[in-house]
């Protein structure tokens, strides 16, 4: 899990254990700020991931179907220069343009695949407004947070991270109905 603090205070937290005896109202405001930050951070960093794993794919096809069109332009201009000279483009220069013709779709095919499947631009936009969204709760809390407000604020945090679960996995079902399964 990502989180906000690092170094001491994460070592602080995890020697700290579960925690144990009352939730008074010092205790819960306490905490709850904690939790609503822990949850903006895990979503900022959702959000980053996603975007870049989308990238990479995308940059991925991108350079595949340039390098397709590269070796076919590298054909084209050999063929074309031993036609000038009576003489026929090498054999293994075939061959090159066959594989990447065959390859280069495949990358393209696993791209769309991979993009269909994990739907990883909407996730990431999903958590981004989702971190929004909880920054907005975390500044209605205020600074000094009461018990009831804090209890509100998870209450909202809740709500919202349930919203997004069932967004999300009503998005699963159209997709697994989309691929047949």
């Known amino acids: 899990m990502i989180t906000v603090a690092a170094g001491p205070a994460l070592e602080l937290r995890k020697r700290c254990g579960l925690p144990e005896g009352r939730f008074d109202a010092a205790r819960v405001s306490a905490w709850g700020g904690w939790a609503i930050d822990e949850l903006i951070a895990y979503h900022r960093a959702q959000a980053a991931i996603n975007g870049r794993v989308m990238h990479r794919v995308h940059a991925a096809e991108n350079l595949s179907f340039l390098a397709l069109m590269a070796v076919l332009a590298s054909y084209i201009v050999a063929a074309v220069a031993m036609a000038a000279w009576e003489h026929e483009p090498p054999h ?53 947070p009461d018990l009831q407000g804090t209890q509100s604020a998870i209450r909202a945090a809740m709500r919202l991270m349930r919203a997004q679960e069932d967004h999300w996995a009503e998005a699963s079902v159209r997709r697994k109905l989309y691929r047949g399964g």
Do not use: C, Y
């Open 92 to 144: 293994w220069l075939g061959g090159v343009v066959f594989m990447a013709g065959s390859i280069v779709p495949a990358i393209g095919a696993a791209s769309l695949a991979l993009d269909a499947t994990l739907s990883l631009r909407e996730q990431a936009q999903r958590s981004d407004v989702l971190a929004a969204r909880l920054e907005a709760v975390r500044e209605r809390l205020g600074p000094q």
